[in-house]
């Protein structure tokens, strides 16, 4: 609460929450629990380690629910590594464009079927309301059934606009054209890359995705799970140079 930069970032997320219709105020029903919230802080790096943002969120103490009561599925897909590889690889071989996007807060887009209360975070409490509880409509970081309600969105809005998962890989989607034009996405979370041969239905992909979610166009492929990018015109090269702490060559995928 003394750093300028933390104070902005919980007041960025709390605006996220409030903006996403993520809850409402209410009193506590009785028989029901209500969830304990925390504040989890990072601070996230470029692809040359050096500070890209300060990220604050409002995590729920989702330890203290019950499966079969407070929660059912939970499981929720994330791509594999060889996948991403695979696409990277792909990408190099045909020569496009690999683009990314980012959605903030990605669990507060996931809607619930339960009914979850929460406690107001301390510092944030409406002013003659201290005694009420917020009821969620979606998902809060620190939930046991967030990432699975998250996904259960992002997946929704694929098939929405024409997209066919992949049966081999849960996170990958694909779609084409009767020209034979495709586009390929893969999920690892909130984090989305993806490529094709048809610069416009990636222009259009991406600005459904911005109409539908609060996201950030990352642009051009450039620092994923770790993995440094940099696309050129002879091909495609990886590395993680900033793990490895050398100044190694990028390893290059033909």
């Known amino acids: 609460v003394k750093s300028a930069n933390w104070r902005l970032a919980m007041d960025n997320e709390i605006k996220s929450i409030?903006?996403?219709?993520?809850?409402?105020?209410?009193?506590?029903?009785?028989?029901?629990?209500?969830?304990?919230?925390?504040?989890?802080?990072?601070t996230k790096y470029n692809e040359h380690g050096k500070i890209d943002k300060y990220k604050a969120c409002l995590v729920a103490k989702g330890y203290s629910q019950k499966h079969g009561v407070d929660y059912?599925?939970?499981?929720a897909p994330v791509a594999r590594m060889h996948t991403v590889?695979?696409?990277?690889?792909?990408?190099?071989?045909?020569?496009?464009?690999?683009?990314?996007?980012?959605?903030?807060?990605?669990?507060?887009?996931?809607?619930?079927?339960e009914d979850v209360y929460v406690e107001q975070s301390r510092g944030?409490?409406?002013?003659?309301?201290?005694?009420l509880v917020y009821k969620l409509h979606k998902a809060l970081y620190g939930l046991k059934?967030?990432?699975?309600?998250?996904?259960?969105?992002?997946?929704?809005?694929?098939i929405s606009e024409g997209f066919q998962r992949c049966d081999s890989e849960q996170t990958l989607?694909?779609?084409?054209?009767?020209?034979?034009?495709?586009?390929?996405?893969?999920?690892?979370?909130?984090?989305?890359?993806?490529?094709?041969n048809c610069e416009f239905m990636m222009s259009e992909f991406k600005n459904s995705m911005l109409r539908e979610f609060d996201m950030s166009d990352l642009g051009k492929m450039r620092f994923f799970?770790?993995?440094?990018?940099?696309?050129?015109?002879d091909g495609i090269y990886i590395c993680q140079k900033k793990y490895a702490l050398c100044t190694g060559d990028f390893e290059k995928v033909w």
């Open 85 to 113: 590889r695979m696409i990277i690889a792909l990408a190099a071989h045909k020569n496009w464009r690999i683009f990314q996007l980012d959605v903030k807060s990605a669990f507060l887009h996931g809607e619930l079927s």
């Open 173 to 196: 989607f694909t779609k084409r054209s009767k020209e034979g034009k495709i586009i390929i996405v893969s999920v690892y979370v909130d984090d989305l890359i993806f490529t094709g």
């Open 72 to 75: 059912t599925e939970v499981f």
């Open 145 to 158: 059934q967030a990432p699975r309600a998250w996904f259960n969105q992002i997946e929704a809005h694929f």
């Open 124 to 131: 944030y409490e409406k002013e003659g309301s201290e005694h």
């Open 18 to 42: 409030e903006k996403n219709q993520t809850w409402r105020l209410t009193e506590l029903p009785a028989g029901a629990k209500r969830i304990g919230v925390k504040w989890v802080y990072k």
């Open 225 to 233: 799970l770790g993995i440094e990018v940099l696309q050129k015109s």
